[in-house]
């Protein structure tokens, strides 16, 4: 299995509303990661976990909130956002060690903040 | 801090035209990754380049990693409506340890049949 899944697939929230995206993946991966991505930009890396512990962070706003509740999933906790914070939000994951390290994205969640 | 630059930003060739987009880094990179997005989709991972003068081929697509590990190429021959997408380059000057990859600008690729 080499797909990491992102839910929801849209998103549409209010400035003061409070909510998460969801990642999972069950590659055995022990690196996972959130990147934003506006249209026509390259992914921005935002959060990188690494064994369940947040180990970069790109100075983000505090409005985005990670959390790694264990080895196959990622959350990302949402509140009092921005319009211009509308954007794809991916999730990936990557082994750790080796020569190896791509990274497998997940379909990613299309925020929209209104 | 690390900076990765490519070009060309777009490239329209008609279908069985060949096409190359390339990637310069301003440090020296452990290793390069090469990913493409389709249009509405997400980066899908198609390559590691890790050795320097590394030359790899995937069918009709070709990647180079060039000598003092700073740049790399991805050229596609005789191109197909297939191939449409946004093709990023994407640095690693970590040795692998910190798990970052500086993403290129991308490259975007339309086909005319």
């Known amino acids: 299995d080499t797909e990491v899944t992102q839910t929801p697939k849209h998103l549409v929230m209010g400035m003061t509303n409070k909510k998460s995206l969801k990642c999972e993946q069950h590659m055995g991966h022990r690196a996972m990661y959130w990147y934003k991505q506006k249209a026509k930009k390259p992914p921005e890396l935002m959060f990188v976990y690494s064994y369940e512990k947040l180990s970069i962070n790109e100075s983000v706003p505090s409005r985005f909130s990670p959390e790694c509740p264990n080895s196959s999933l990622l959350n990302l906790h949402l509140h009092a956002l921005q319009p211009e914070d509308s954007a794809l939000y991916l999730c990936a994951s990557s082994k750790i060690g080796g020569t190896s390290n791509e990274q497998y994205f997940g379909p990613g969640t299309r925020l929209t903040v209104t | 801090g690390q900076q990765v630059m490519q070009i060309p930003q777009y490239q329209h060739v008609q279908e069985g035209e060949d096409f190359t987009t390339y990637c310069n880094s301003s440090t020296t990179l452990s290793n390069i990754q090469w990913y493409k997005q389709r249009p509405g989709g997400h980066p899908v991972f198609l390559i590691q380049?890790?050795?320097?003068?590394e030359v790899k081929k995937q069918k009709r697509l070709t990647f180079q990693f060039g000598e003092a590990k700073k740049n790399s190429s991805l050229h596609i021959t005789a191109t197909q409506t297939t191939d449409v997408g946004t093709y990023f380059c994407?640095?690693?000057?970590?040795?692998?340890?910190?798990?970052?990859?500086?993403f290129g600008k991308g490259t975007l690729l339309t086909v005319n049949p």
């Open positions: 380049l890790v050795k320097s003068g």
């Open positions: 994407a640095g690693d000057n970590s040795g692998g340890s910190n798990y970052k990859l500086t």
